[in-house]
């Protein structure tokens, strides 16, 4: 069996119960429940995130994923500095897929920023009640009352309560409503905004954490699965004479086709069932399969890129509109426009998509490397007509994701493969399928033109995006961008230009199209502030300079009055504008840190800078690149300014942004997925390689503005600025303009 200790809530918490535990959540479990003290109220309860046992365990449910980000530890840092517990004392236990804990989508960098004041609520809600006993055990005010560090405190007298000692009290006292909870501030603080060490540190570094790919469990059989190697492709027959010859190979089994839309579902093709994964791979080598293929079989990527470059030279369908663009472009003293390009990309995490499930009796456990796995039960249940509850979702630790791994279809291939051989059956996708059979980071082409006054600042903008969008994923007929991907810096200009419209073309897909780290912002900010770049260059101005008056003043950019449904991560404006003062703040901040000031360009060594708003979060990014003789391209050092609001780990956020140098660093230099005859060219990292050690920036200096605004996201925002700014310092450096991805393909001396 799996090594991680994975528990259903309603056994978590009926053990909890029988120990005398009390049980809170960040939807507060009703008086009734609490005082009745049964297993089965508590766990049908929404959001259960937290318990308190009477030995003094303080147990908090990780109800998102793992993919190093250490959401594990930090969510349970939030409950425990509310509720007062000694760290020492928190064990935290992941949770199933139920939609009882709220959204367990681990993708958006929205966990803190969802989850935030609920956590918060959880821990000081139970603090609240606790403190209650306590007073009511002594028979003073709680006013007197106070705890800290797992005990409650009576100063005058010099008493002390452990919580493991009032646990049965607490939960006989009234649950406090909301606006009666106390909250600590900022200064208060024991560990928000403190490195502390990670939940699963230890386990992960000594090889004892599970993974997808670790899980082990009894009469477990092992499949390999040629897929159509066109999408939607079919198979006519197949011949498994010599799959079957191989050592260890038990059965072929063939697996249905999809039904369009997509989605999640299986792609289809025939498996090798085996007693081990490299008897299921050596026998998938001998499978003979004659497949049907369709449309897709007459994708070619390089015709496909041309198709897009035309469409977003014309007009497309307008997103946003404000004043009168063509008539402030006939006024300009100068225009000036271009065109990028950005190819299809894999996710390619380190460790592919993996799934364990068995299928018993009409339901399905399954234990899987998931950042979704309520999506899990959705696309299972769907594929095998069953209910969704009688869908279990185990957890593992995820060996990288970037969005990939919250797209269950190899879960649903070992639902599917299960049920047909009556046996627990693992589904490891080798690294060749992981690159062939990707939900693709979409291609994009966007046009930019920009109508300038004599001082060479620009006064009309324009700007088109055309790209096979991901709610293809969801509708076949889909080819325009989905409002979510628009609101992705597209829609959300924060510049003060007077007049500028954005606009966006119909794109067919062909593969498909899935949310990768950083999502529509990569494209969408290569373009935008390449082409800023292009206009600081055309007015003869520093870079630096020039954005922050293209910019503007310290505002809130205000986009509703214009009528217009503006994404902005489904937070209200109110609570989250676009306020172009942090913007500036962060430009100045990476400008100061990495001495733009004093670093001049010369022949083949410059700085590069571009700045974004994505996630909700302020980053600028300056890199540093240094062009020799030969061409060849090095990056000393980045520097990345980011305003996140509150920060609840600081060495946490500092890792996702090194990282995210890494992963922006791979996408600029290096990444390219292309097609002929609706085929994937690539297969692994010797045609799709991602950035190495000596391609890697040799620096990577995050600066974190210390903040009390909300929080916001930090996993992805980090990846957008990264390209443009690499390239815009190419162009530093070397005079040549880098308008389309991978810069591997271009020739800089």
């Known amino acids: 069996m799996s090594r991680v200790e994975l528990v259903s809530r309603r056994g978590f918490l009926g053990n909890l119960f029988s120990a005398g535990a009390l049980v809170l959540g960040a939807k507060v479990l009703p008086i009734e429940a609490l005082a009745a003290g049964k297993a089965d109220q508590a766990a049908w309860h929404p959001s259960v995130y937290l318990g308190l046992e009477t030995d003094g365990t303080i147990i908090i449910v990780a109800h998102r994923s793992e993919m190093g980000t250490g959401i594990r530890s930090v969510l349970p840092m939030v409950v425990a500095d509310e509720l007062e517990a000694d760290w020492k004392r928190v064990k935290v236990e992941q949770a199933i897929g139920d939609a009882k804990y709220g959204s367990q989508n681990t993708d958006g960098s929205c966990s803190i920023r969802d989850f935030y004041e609920a956590m918060r609520e959880a821990g000081a809600t139970a603090r609240m009640m606790l403190e209650r006993a306590a007073a009511s055990e002594w028979g003073v005010p709680v006013s007197e009352c106070k705890a800290s560090n797992s005990e409650v405190i009576h100063a005058a007298s010099g008493r002390r ?49 599970t993974f997808g790919i670790d899980v082990r469990v009894p009469g477990m059989v092992f499949a390999s699965i040629e897929r159509p190697p066109v999408l939607g492709g079919k198979v006519k027959s197949f011949n498994d004479q010599e799959a079957r010859k191989v050592k260890g190979v038990l059965q072929t089994v063939r697996l249905e086709e999809f039904k369009p839309p997509h989605g999640f579902q299986a792609l289809g093709g025939v498996a090798v069932i085996a007693e081990n994964t490299w008897a299921a791979m050596q026998g998938r080598k001998g499978l003979k399969v004659d497949w049907e293929l369709n449309g897709n079989a007459t994708f070619e990527s390089e015709s496909y890129k041309k198709s897009l470059l035309e469409a977003a030279r014309k007009p497309q369908k307008v ?23 950005m190819p299809l990309l894999a996710h390619a ?5 993996a799934a364990v499930a068995e299928y018993k009796d009409g339901k399905v456990t399954a234990w899987a490397a998931t950042q979704n796995p309520q999506a899990v039960q959705d696309a299972v249940s769907a594929a095998l007509g069953i209910d969704k509850k009688d869908v279990i979702c185990h957890v593992t630790l995820l060996g990288g994701g970037f969005g990939r791994k919250s797209k269950p279809d190899y879960v649903v291939e070992a639902a599917m493969l299960s049920r047909k051989v009556g046996r627990p059956v693992k589904v490891v996708w080798s690294r060749e399928d992981d690159i062939r059979f990707d939900y693709y980071h979409a291609v994009a082409a966007m046009y930019l033109k920009a109508g300038l006054d004599a001082k060479g600042r620009p006064n009309a903008w324009l700007q088109r995006s055309v790209f096979p969008t991901i709610g293809s994923t969801f509708s076949a007929d889909a080819q325009y961008g989905q409002e979510f991907e628009m609101g992705m810096g597209w829609v959300d200009l924060p510049y003060d230009i007077p007049n500028h419209r954005a606009e966006n073309g119909p794109a067919q897909n062909h593969v498909r199209i899935g949310w990768m780290r950083a999502v529509a912002n990569i494209y969408h900010a290569f373009a935008i502030h390449s082409f800023i770049d292009e206009l600081a260059a055309l007015a003869g101005r520093d870079r630096v300079d020039y954005l922050l008056d293209v910019i503007g003043e310290p505002r809130k950019v205000e986009i509703r009055p214009e009528g217009l449904n503006y994404w902005n991560n489904n937070q209200p404006q109110d609570k989250y504008p676009v306020d172009t003062g942090r913007l500036r703040r962060v430009i100045e901040l990476a400008a100061e840190k990495s ?39 090095r ?42 005859d609706g085929r994937i060219q690539q297969s692994n990292f010797h045609n799709y390689p991602v950035a190495r050690i000596n391609q890697a920036p040799y620096e990577t200096h995050v600066h974190i503005v210390p903040s009390t605004e909300l929080p916001a996201g930090v996993g992805e925002p980090g990846v957008p600025p990264i390209a443009p700014a690499i390239c815009n310092a190419v162009f530093a450096a070397t005079g040549k303009r880098i308008r389309e991805l991978p810069l591997r393909k271009a020739k800089l001396v």
């Not at 995490?349 to 998509?353: D, L, T, V």
């Not at 600028?620 to 391209?633: I, M, T």
Request: aromatic share 6%; charged share 25%.
């Open 319 to 341: 997103v946003r509109n404000v004043g009168d663009v063509d008539a402030a472009m006939s006024r300009a003293a100068k225009t000036h426009e271009a065109e990028y390009y």
């Open 161 to 209: 309560l452990p919580y493991g000692a009032l646990v049965t009290k607490a939960a006989a006292q009234p649950v406090p409503k909301k606006e009666e909870l106390k909250f600590k501030s900022p200064s208060e603080f024991k560990y928000i905004g403190k490195n502390l060490p990670m939940i699963d540190q230890d386990d992960i570094c000594s090889g004892k954490g």
């Open 595 to 633: 001495g733009w000031a004093n670093k001049k360009p010369s022949k083949g060594r410059a700085l590069g800078i571009a700045a974004h708003r994505s996630f909700l979060t302020y980053v600028a990014a300056v890199a540093e690149v240094e062009v020799d003789s030969k061409g060849a391209l």
């Open 349 to 353: 995490p380190m460790e592919p998509p």
């Open 635 to 676: 990056i000393p050092r980045i520097d990345i300014a980011v305003d996140a609001g509150t920060i609840i780990h600081p060495d946490r956020v500092k890792a996702q942004f090194e990282g995210a140098a890494v992963f922006g660093t791979s996408i600029a230099l290096l990444g390219e997925i292309t097609a002929k």
